[in-house]
């Protein structure tokens, strides 16, 4: 039988995962607000540079936007499995994620042993 967690434990992984949605919302908050059009700057730069400037600039907040809105999704995922009194199960052999592993990854949904085999087979498809 595979140790479950603690209330006090998922109390603390649950703080964790609300603290890093909140840091992942502050982020895309931040990343909108550059996506807005820039300030009139005094003189230097022309409008074309600008314009190139805020493309460039649009491209990537687009990019990290994208990999927080991923995250947001399995942090989201994480929360809903504790609601629901199965957090911290191995999606792939059902075992039960040590408390170790999951304060250092709160929201991994695959025990060590589980993920490395992934690994391994992805690292064997790229070769
Ligand atoms: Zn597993």
């Not at 191995?90 to 999951?102: A, N, S």
Request: aromatic share 4%; net charge negative; glycine share 4%.
């Amino acid at each position: 039988m595979s140790q479950t967690l603690t209330p006090a434990q998922l109390e603390q992984l649950k703080q964790r995962l609300l603290a890093r949605r909140q840091e992942l919302y502050a982020q895309m908050q931040q990343n909108r607000a550059n996506l807005a059009p820039a300030e009139n700057t005094a003189g230097s730069v022309s409008q074309d540079e600008n314009a190139r400037l805020a493309n460039q600039t649009r491209e990537v907040d687009t990019r990290l936007t994208a990999l927080d809105a991923e995250e947001l999704a399995r942090i989201d995922r994480a929360l809903e499995a504790m609601d629901a009194g199965d957090y911290g199960r191995c999606d792939e052999c059902g075992c039960q994620i040590p408390f170790e592993r999951l304060q250092i990854e709160p929201m991994t949904q695959h025990c060590v042993a589980c993920k490395s085999a992934w690994e391994h087979k992805q690292g064997l498809a790229r070769a």
